[in-house]
């Protein structure tokens, strides 16, 4: 008796203790509850506990699934109410071989009346398992493709869209993605069209691997396209604009949704990762949201004060108010004038003063300074220093 017939005359509900109207968190908890309780590495050695897990193992994978468990639910009713009995001297008043059913009996007449195997369709749908069933194969996903752009300093902050030449595998259009030159590939036997097996890892559990002869296909061409030699992929190249958001950063990866390659059998597109490099700016810096800029000023702006002129990155530039007595070195903001942030709001400009000192100067410069410095001589700007390194 094949698995689906197994589980076809197993009350699914009753083995998770729940009701037949149970919701799919009502469903999962009890599922949670019981394979906690006869988990075998908390029995082991109990042959019935792992026997008990496998059937609640079964259970979830059928009501777990909408699908599944309305076409479970389709198929019970059809069995409760008469439609057929199981095996000789059922008792009702059909007598045949639910191998007919669940194998795509030939002729209706000895099926109830259900002809060229619909029941077959019905139930190999069911568990996906082969019977007489219709193969279908499934979707496939494109692949993710990674790129790189490089990026000056001022499109990486203000953002940018460049076009981007990508190369990627696509349906091939000399046998339209079939891999057969007829365009007429047969379905794979090993995995019956689904491009999938199942193998065994103890314990009631299975894993899903690729099929290893259809390559996860789940056709098999008669005749391989000379093209893509039987894969139904061939390369592709295209060129696509691609917006760059405001703010990125050197090195940053950027994810863009379904513009990878093309699916397969109307499978979803892939993802493109886009690797982002930015270029230097001979002005301006950058810190985490905000720039930076160096500006130098004079020793009087920086003793006495003074208004200062900055420039922004593709504005107009600001003045920023110097006070009296400003060190070099020391940072001062000019807010809204950083990179633009995710939320849309920009970080700020932090301008940090340089005090330059003239290499050259005139008659009536040098004649000032050197009064300036009589007028100070008393101040030692060190004394400070050599008193504190005389208490250390």
């Known amino acids: 008796m094949s698995l689906s017939r197994d589980l076809l005359e197993k009350d699914l509900y009753k083995v998770l203790g729940v009701s037949k109207d149970a919701t799919e968190a009502e469903i999962k908890k009890a599922y949670r509850k019981l394979a906690r309780e006869f988990h075998p590495d908390a029995n082991k050695g109990d042959a019935s506990a792992e026997e008990r897990f496998k059937e609640i193992s079964e259970a979830n994978d059928v009501l777990a699934d909408p699908k599944r468990r309305k076409e479970y639910d389709e198929a019970r009713a059809l069995f409760g109410n008469g439609g057929f009995r199981a095996g000789p001297g059922g008792g009702g008043s059909f007598n045949f071989d639910l191998g007919d059913l669940f194998g795509g009996a030939q002729g209706g007449a000895g099926a109830g009346g259900f002809g060229g195997g619909g029941l077959g369709d019905v139930f190999g749908g069911l568990f996906n398992r082969g019977g007489g069933g219709s193969a279908r194969t499934q979707p496939r996903r494109g692949q993710d493709i990674e790129s790189e752009v490089s ?79 039987g894969s139904g992929r061939a390369k592709s190249s295209r060129t696509m604009q691609v917006r760059i958001p405001a703010g990125v950063s050197d090195g940053q990866r950027i994810r863009l949704r379904g513009k990878g390659a093309p699916g397969e059998r109307g499978g979803p597109n892939g993802d493109l990762y886009v690797v982002v490099h930015v270029g230097t700016h001979p002005v301006f810096g950058r810190k985490d949201d905000n720039l930076t800029i160096t500006v130098p000023v004079t020793f009087t702006e920086a003793a006495l004060g003074g208004e200062v002129r900055v420039p922004t990155l593709g504005g107009p530039p600001v003045t920023l108010k110097l006070p009296a007595g400003t060190p070099n070195g020391r940072t001062m903001r000019a807010r809204g004038k950083g990179a633009v942030r995710k939320d849309g709001t920009r970080g700020d400009l932090l301008v940090t003063v340089d005090v330059a000192v003239p290499t050259q100067l005139s008659d009536k410069a040098r004649e000032a300074l050197e009064t300036y410095r009589e007028a100070t001589a008393d101040d030692d700007p060190r004394e400070e220093l050599f008193q504190a390194a005389k208490g250390a």
């Open 151 to 229: 990026l000056n300093f001022t499109e990486a902050v203000e953002g940018a869209t460049v076009p981007l030449r990508m190369s990627s595998s696509a349906a091939c259009k000399a046998c339209s993605g079939t891999g057969d030159k007829n365009g007429t590939p047969r379905v794979c036997p090993t995995c019956v069209g689904t491009g999938q097996v199942s193998r065994g890892s103890g314990g009631g559990f299975s894993l899903t691997d690729p099929c290893p002869d259809c390559k996860g296909r789940g056709l098999i061409p008669e005749n391989p396209c000379d093209v893509c030699h």
